[in-house]
């Protein structure tokens, strides 16, 4: 049975109430448990500190060789060859992942062997490999193209990117092929039912959205190979961690200099993370209504909600 | 004069599923052609067949006197390569039952997308298209939003418009309007019910058959992979002969 309520003539339609009822104002939980936890924490870092002040260490020559030329070359070197590398395995990375997903036996068969062999192998095995070429081919030779020597070819450098490259491609691949599978198969439907061909549909539809899964998992390579690229130093590759170790044995200062190191890739790992972070929200616009907020965004928040009153909420997607 | 579409005993299986199991039947260009039926009965894999996003097993497909999906010479079939599917499937238009908007354009862009890439026109003369296409189906305001940013109607609405940019000769409707909320139904037959009053040859798999009664030009009730009744639709849903299209009516109607 409909009850009167149900049908409400036009001019009678139901108003919200003038008076809103009184706010309310709760006393909030109490978290001791924090406050537990803030101390002890305090305590242990007490404890580290004071271990750290007694120890045997010259301050001052973490100072002194921070700005180095030796260590401001290696830190370059290091910044080089992990973004080159990392160009390498995107790029591979792409075509292999369409590869391995194409309908032709011989291209997924290929793709797949190129896999198993850079993902199975360790990447200091691959890059001693690569460094040690000349030991069985003492010269390269490309047929009408090239002819040189194996040793002028094979470089420090060029053995470390190679060796991280070409590794680096096999991982990419396999994030590639998450991110392209990930998309709805309704969207090619779609784009073949407008008489697009395989090609104009990876490229235009499919490509472009697989990016918002591809970019977050990308970042996280990048900031892993950064830090493997300390493994070319056993290749005579001239990164951060050989010129802080050349330095650190020389002047014996050995402990000092890997602090010297261990700043400079954080230093490097954080200001690469950050763009991460900002890339990724970019590539989340459209697909979510509110982007996340941002650090600082979040620090503001919290600091004005602890005086009961604030910003609202995911107020950065409108 | 040749129908726009003519099947042949088509046959499709999935596996070991048999879904259709030998379809003839023709649709003359012009009209509006409904297919109706319970789930599973093979209707929406019929009409993937028409524009070979599933591939026939036997039997013959014909779009406007082509073959579809394969060349006949000398009594052999050769396999159409990829570049020639595309071509064919360009006079086709199709709209799918959850609308498959490319979520990273606006609806300008999803309807500009096909010419721009297929058809090679200039960005100025396609956006033109786009937003008169985008006027038409009632959506003048939206063309620089996202499909997030519309509702269930509006994208399949874009999503005609979309499929109309390629100005084809032939459109399948997918069950159009199964995902909308019962109040944005009426928007979506409205475009379908223009469209239909203009002379597009349609092909529609529907759940509405007051839809199918008024604007159909005939109707086929499929269920287990065959043509078991066909008709006007007045003839079909209001008098209907065999038992299993008198069960399924009764559920529905």
């Known amino acids: ?318 | 004069m040749t129908a726009m579409v003519k099947s042949e005993a088509v046959h499709k299986s999935f596996g070991p599923v048999e879904v259709l199991r030998g379809i003839d039947l023709e649709v003359q260009a012009g009209d509006v052609f409904c297919i109706v039926g319970p789930s599973g009965s093979g209707k929406s894999t019929f009409l993937r067949c028409i524009n070979h996003l599933e591939k026939v097993n036997a039997g013959r497909l014909y779009v406007d006197g082509t073959l579809v999906g394969y060349r006949e010479k000398n009594g052999k079939l050769y396999e159409l390569r990829d570049r020639e599917v595309a071509a064919q499937r360009r006079d086709i238009g199709m709209v799918f039952q959850r609308f498959n908007l490319f979520p990273h354009m606006t609806a300008a862009e999803n309807v500009m997308e096909a010419p721009l890439q297929v058809k090679r026109e200039s960005k100025a003369a396609a956006r033109k298209r786009a937003v008169a296409l985008l006027e038409r189906v009632g959506l003048a305001d939206k063309t620089d939003n996202y499909p997030a940013q519309l509702s269930g109607g509006q994208q399949q609405r874009v999503a005609i418009a979309r499929a109309l940019a390629m100005e084809p000769k032939l459109m399948l409707f997918d069950e159009p309007t199964s995902a909308l909320d019962p109040e944005l139904v009426g928007e979506v037959l409205d475009v379908m019910r223009d469209l239909a009053r203009d002379g597009m040859t349609m092909i529609v798999v529907t759940h509405e058959m007051g839809f199918a009664r008024e604007v159909g030009d005939s109707l086929v009730f499929m269920d287990e992979g065959i043509v078991v009744e066909s008709g006007t639709p007045r003839d079909v849903l209001g008098n209907p002969q065999h038992d299993r299209t008198k069960s399924f009516l009764s559920k529905v109607l």
């Open chain 1, 1 to 318: 049975m409909t009850t009167p309520t149900d049908k409400v003539p036009s001019d009678g339609a139901p108003q919200p109430s003038k008076s809103a009822p009184e706010a309310i104002r709760a006393i909030p939980v109490r978290h001791y448990g924090r406050y537990v936890a803030a101390v002890v924490v305090l305590a242990l870092l007490g404890l580290l500190a004071n271990a750290v002040a007694g120890a045997d260490l010259r301050w001052e020559a973490v100072g002194d060789y921070f700005f180095d030329d030796q260590i401001l070359e290696g830190a370059k070197n290091t910044i080089v060859v992990s973004v080159l590398s990392m160009i390498m395995g995107l790029v591979l990375g792409i075509v292999l992942a369409v590869m391995r997903m194409s309908k032709n036996p011989v291209t997924s068969t290929v793709a797949w062997g190129y896999i198993w062999f850079f993902r199975g192998t360790p990447v200091y095995v691959q890059l001693l490999l690569w460094f040690n070429l000349a030991l069985v081919f003492p010269i390269l030779n490309l047929g009408p193209l090239y002819k040189d020597e194996m040793t002028d070819v094979m470089t420090p450098f060029m053995a470390a990117l190679l060796g991280l490259g070409l590794n680096e491609a096999a991982y990419m691949a396999e994030i590639c092929r998450a991110g392209i599978q990930s998309v709805d198969e309704g969207q090619t439907e779609a784009s073949q039912a407008l008489g697009m061909t395989q090609q104009q549909n990876m490229r235009r539809i499919v490509l472009p959205q697989a990016m918002r899964v591809i970019v977050p998992p990308t970042g996280n390579e990048f900031i892993n190979l950064l830090k493997t690229s300390s493994l070319c130093s056993v290749v005579m590759f001239e990164e951060l961690l050989r010129k802080a170790q050349n330095i650190g044995n020389t002047s014996g200062a050995v402990i000092e200099l890997l602090i010297v190191a261990t700043i400079w890739y954080l230093a490097i790992t954080t200001v690469f993370s950050i763009g991460q972070y900002y890339l990724e929200r970019r590539y989340a616009r459209g697909s979510l209504r509110a982007l996340p907020l941002t650090p600082w965004q979040k620090v503001r928040q919290n600091v004005f909600t602890w005086h009961g009153r604030g910003p609202s909420a995911g107020g950065a997607g409108a």
